[in-house]
């Protein structure tokens, strides 16, 4: 069975600073999907970033970038320039990319989430 | 707008009581999926659907049971049997897959609805 871990429970940034979400998971799967969402007070869940295992090259979305390293199983987020508004709970999640491997449906696997506070 | 609807955002349970949670998507999806979120314990799988009058069960089905009459819809009943229900829930939907493959769109999430028992 695959698991996402997240070592950090909190971590905290000064605002305009970068600070890195780490994020590790175990699989035995080739293909699979990789994704950080973000929680916010409201509790509402949105999507941060994604990757593809497949694709070497590291996913970018705007602030936010990731480094991938398939080899460690190491899925960790760079946010730059942090924003008071990125204060949250961030989740690492694993989804696998083939249908009904190990029984897999195409649920998200989660990691315990780490809270991240920005300081002004 | 397309998205998805959770309804009630609160709702108290007495001892011994079943309660449902609603959960409705207008965004044409053919999978969705129940999550139970604890304090320190990340998401956890419930039950998930990806066809109507079909769904399986999660890591932590029971005390639970669902059903998927439409493809719209996907109601939650927490049962007496659950034993510790107080937590926050959370309904998502994605698209299904091609062919043996899962695509990579993200799941989509409801508000969710928090839960406690009195």
């Known amino acids: 069975a695959q698991t996402v871990t997240q070592s950090q429970p909190e971590m905290s940034v000064q605002e305009a600073e970068t600070v890195t979400l780490s994020c590790t998971y175990d699989t035995s799967e080739s293909d699979y999907y990789l994704f950080w969402y973000k929680q916010p007070p409201s509790r509402q869940m949105i999507l941060v970033i994604r990757?593809?295992?497949?694709?070497?090259q590291n996913a970018t979305e705007n602030r936010f970038s990731v480094n991938f390293q398939k080899a460690a199983k190491s899925f960790s987020l760079k946010i730059s320039d942090s924003q008071l508004g990125d204060a949250a709970m961030y989740f690492c999640?694993?989804?696998?990319?083939?249908?009904?491997?190990?029984?897999?449906?195409?649920?998200?696997?989660f990691g315990k989430g780490t809270k991240l506070s920005v300081k002004p | 707008d397309g998205g998805i609807t959770q309804s009630p955002k609160y709702l108290f349970r007495k001892e011994g009581q079943n309660v449902t949670l609603s959960c409705e998507q207008n965004?044409?999806?053919?999978?969705m999926y129940w999550y139970r979120q604890d304090p320190g314990q990340g998401l956890r799988l419930i039950y998930y659907?990806?066809?109507?009058?079909?769904?399986q069960k999660g890591d932590i089905a029971e005390g639970y049971s669902v059903s998927r009459e439409k493809k719209e819809s996907f109601p939650l009943t927490v049962t007496s049997a659950q034993k510790n229900p107080t937590a926050f829930y959370l309904c998502a939907s994605s698209i299904l897959g091609q062919g043996a493959q899962w695509v990579m769109n993200e799941q989509f999430f409801g508000p969710g609805t928090r839960l406690t028992v009195l």
């Open positions: 659907s990806q066809i109507v009058n079909d769904f």
């Open positions: 999640a694993y989804r696998s990319a083939i249908m009904n491997y190990g029984g897999s449906q195409g649920n998200l696997i």
């Open positions: 990757q593809e295992a497949y694709k070497q």
């Open positions: 965004l044409n999806h053919d999978a």
